[in-house]
């Protein structure tokens, strides 16, 4: 233990620093326990106690340990830092060092940095109304809630990117430690560029439990530790201990020897592993050591609130009273609750307090993208499905453009799990590559330490350095194949809850939206089959916030351009946007896509019939795929059925569909009525569960007369029509169903209805027997106009 | 490198491993590429080459590699193994590996072991109703379809618990490593109890490769690689080389020490690392080296299709077939398209072969659990609500039960993210306790090297943990906080892919359902927060095929313990049963609860009023929050509203609610009407997001009736009954939406409407000065009968 080898600190830097340290510790506990009375100017009386005691403790005195020897670093280096704390409820520790700062009350004024705010910082706290035990927006200097655990570290690291004089120090749980994410999270080590980015500093904090539990990693031999870390590219130092005076000591000296590793490390550009610390305190240090005989202080009944019956039982009280006169609040605060000069002397000042670095608070630094025009960029259509084209081919071209534009403010960067190639993405490597600090490998692997592209085998990855990119002021995509979006469902759930109350955040600026493009999508998994199949994404998000979520369903390549420039232009969104990667027609110009990607949902008149008349049946599509289908089946009716009138209606802002009310794109009900008529069938080809489609518009007139096709789970390895044919959104099956459905058609429709459902049973026998698609489906293209 | 140090395999042995290696590649690589001429008979033509070539060659020989000096070492030691192949698309090489050693014609008779078979074989191969490219429940020895990765060493685990004369071959891709999931299954070093469990042999096989990247693990140095593993838990040997001979003797002795190892690891009853082995090979190992110039073997070229023109190019077409005869299939098979003798002269028989391991087909070794009598733990309920429970706490000492009967077989575990205790189940440790194999904490942590429980702070480990037991033959349940079921989202719906497609296979039997217990759920996150709230898993899993998929919302402790009985009886589903964990009154009596459960949809006659009558409105409700409400509601309606009719409708079973059609719970439409009436207000009550109501009831007579409560993304850290204040769900609400919905009622209701709008606006201003709730919400309490 190198904690008493030198001394680091002086004694008057000793005592300054444990000086902060009781205080953020004391505003820590006051917070969880005390209504009134903050700074115990009379004994404690149990009507001064929160009626409901909700919080943890258990992690906060590591915290606020953490947070006071970064001040103090940042003083004595000069550093430009911000933190990320990942263990759960570490925020009590947080709103006490921020208050502390000044910049809690900066920004929330009427929590002023006084006894009156003091009693309101402790009131509010896990208080109906108030502010919650995470590291919420609410807190300055934050970018990470960690009410989710195993992110901490995939967002430190997103903030560092980019960020060459940044250090962003992220403190581990060795709870969440045992995380996936977290613990694939080590890796980052391979792709931070030690010139070009900022630093992350891992602070594992070992205190040893969880919840109920104890934590793998503090009870694995130290050694077996010490070879993981150093396996992952870390070299760690230890702080260890329970006697403050030591551990202040060793804490400053591994803070001092890691600010020199930094710089080391940037002089000789890499080649060596990142420093790091491993602290291992008490859980629940400096708070009761024993509770009704049982040991609190070091084991998982520090967890949450130690004294748990304070209002009912005066010994409890007492003890509270004790531990909390403990840290001996009047040497800390003065006559008017202001933090003295010794809890202040080794806390930075202005922007450099970690609570208001500009960087936590990325919109305040967001340049916005320079875009490249999307007419240079567009396909020409001169006819409806003339051209072919792969639209994700056509966007890596623009995206390249998007690299080539914003190389100088370097803000932005494109995130996907091995699969930028795959998703025909690959053009921007004509001006970037992908980052790697690992030895290169053969000419072609577009490898490069600078490179601006993030391919790692892991979404959680992917999603995870995206957020603390966008969180800290700049702009990326994810591409992924979409059935395994769903492996950061949960990540996506924990960004949305986090835009939707940074909104309403008055200090918190808006930041660039978090933009998926998902393909390599249910509808074409010839090679991968039923385990890739899975278009839920949408479901998911759906559910959600719809002030932040907006879902797009491009149906062709220039539509798809519209709706990309458009996301990466816009602030504070969730886009999810889908579409395939393969060569697939085209039917709008750009004139037209742009139009048409305003309006979000329109009738195409050039695919529908009797234009003048009210239709006899609305065929709707939304999705590639079903566009694809929709225009078959019109074309079909069109040829055999001239007379009857049939509106095609494409739907490329999916929440066009739900109530005004219900999202800010809603359609209005009459506009709606008018696109979708009040009473004619709506026959609906959707590219995922066709369900979805119901839940969005169950509200409208004419609900009752949607029918909708979608994917049923239907699922092997086949060709993409056949995947079609499986769940019965072919061309020929929708003809089928506007028969059914038209009242009247069947009778003059018989022979057509039994034409369409023999082809789909001679398809099913002939792609079984040649491997292929039945050639009359090969063949067919969609008339000209 | 220990390859050529000595001798292990002598010549003859050495020639029959190699003879099956490549007897095992050419059929990996015909299944790729032949539809006809499977024995090269004659010189290959471009019409007897698949019209698409799907595939995965890249990962293909390492496995056959794996497999074939597995079969040795099974011979060699009398090992009883079972292999996990995480690499994705490893279907040809298994498919080749269990046709070679007979099982695959033992189950597919059709696919006969000989040339007949052969072709079949490769026909099917990625072939429209054919077989997919990866290891599918369709593949002998399979318990992993390794299409999403990440989770195979997490199987294997699953499979060697409770399994002590097992070991479990785990290759894990090098690829895979990268992700989440798998990087903490390193940590399954210190869960695995050598005297209790089987043996997981991880097989780290570094080719170096993913779809299109350099991966991680192959490109740090081999140091760093090495104290990686070693920091997990794990004392590696490397196999490494491109020589098949050098190899074949380094493998042999490599499996060799472990088996010698896990000997020794047995008799010491752990204290030491568990063996692995590190694979290194080139990628698509003796495939092309170098196609049009470009080097292909040992690069990422080699991933898919290693020749991809071979109908169209003769120098694809020549090239190929000198690939295939480099092999020498006229050594390798005999005349009538057999394995000659070399070949499987190394294969296992019997039930010894890997494709015949009964752990792969759990069903045939799955004991049915003794379950506790429920009648012995129900709780006595004279008055609904007079008997105030905690549900999960009632089902721990159930549970605790279930450990107690099937101690003896050994066939049930618990599984939790660090949650038992808190989702109070903890009496599950009176009789068993945590599994742990490092040093014990103080008493009291329940820790037990052969404890039933298993915790960890990873949903992923968790929820593959329990997949890998469960397919292997055994019983458990994973009891997780609501909100973070969203972490194995994608993880179910792989499992739930696996079940659909294996309820289809014949020879694979039924195995037990995977049973979730969400608790801690959306309406009681008091200390969490909105960062803990969400109830969309239910959503999610309901997109998924209606064969595997059971949701259940027990509205007591006694409806909680009837499900939680019958899911554990169930085979092949996925259950999840959603219920609080605090104390919350009891409404069903034993034989109702049995009753209401066998009905899955009730009216509950006791809280309706004129039951008699036609109900003038209908209250629903599903879960155990909006249970509450509801009868509150209808307590209020009774005591304002005595004329008015209103019948009280329960769903435990949420799938009842879809058409029988669509889900076999479903209700017949003229039980459904008769039930929610054809064309009466239902005020519903749900427990989630409240559109997934409609999407499951928008086919109903009475849909447009429907007007649904649930959580709409309204939360903060707040009391349970604001919370349902926030999300407009509680009594007052409820009574406003029926006195706005029963025509005609608003006349005689206004000034009970305006009592309940005040009353609401009451709760907010109290509840934010007090922090509790307004004194007659909490004191409310149900009328008795």
Redesign the interface.
Known sequence: MPAAAAATLGDAELAQIDAQWRAANYLAAGQIYL?ANPLLREPLRPGQI???L???WGTSPGLTFVYAHLNRAILEHGLDAMIVTGPGHGGPALLASTWLEGSYSQLWPEVSRDEEGMGRLFRQF?????????V?PHVPGSIH?G????YSLAHACGAAFDNPGLVVACVIGD??A??????????AS?FLDPRRDGAVLPILHLNGY???????LS??PPS??????????WAPSYVEGDEPAPMHQAMAAALDAVVADLAALRRHRGGRPWPMIVLRSPKGWTGPATVDG??VEG??RAH?VPLARVREDPEHLRQLESWLRSYRPDELFDDRGRPTAPVTALIPRGDRRMGMSPHANGGVLVRPLALPVVAEHVVEVPEPGAVTTEPTRVLGRFLREVFRRNAEQANFRLFGP?????NRLDAVYEVTG?A?Q??P??A??H?ASDGRVM???????CQGWLEGYLLSGRHGLFSCYE??A??V??MV??HI?WL??HREIPWRRPVASLNYLLTSHVWRQ???????Q?P?FV??VA???PEVVRVYLPPDTNTLLEVAAHCLRSRDYVNVVVVGKDPAPNWLDAGEAALHCAQGVGIWEWASTHPGREPDVVLACAGDAPTLEVLAAASILRASLPELAVRVVNVVDLMRLQPAGEHPHGLGDREFDAVFTPDRPVIFAYHG?P??I??LA?RRTN??GFHVRGYV?RG????PF?MLVLNRMDRFQLVVDVIDRVPGLLATAGPLRQRMTRTRERHRSW??E???DLPEVREWRWPRR
């Open positions: 209504m929160k009626p409901r909700l919080g943890h896990s208080f109906p109304g108030g502010v919650p035990s995470h919420s809630e009410g989710e655990l195993g709870g969440e045992e995380t996936g994410p977290l613990a694939t999270s080590w890796q391979r969880k919840i109920a539990n104890p934590t793998v009870r694995i077996e530790l010490d070879s993981l870390l150093r396996g992952a590219g049982a040991q084991t998982w949450q091995d699969e930028t190639a795959s992908k790697w690992l030895p490998g053969p072609g692997d490898l391919e790692v085998l892991s979404e959680h990855l059935a395994f769903h492996i469902d949960s759930n924990q809850k939707r109350v010839d090679h991968n089959g039923f385990s890739h899975d839920g479901d998911h559910n959600k916030a569960y369900w979805l119901h839940r169950y609900h009752a789970e092997t390895t086949t060709t056949d792609i079984t040649h491997g292929e």
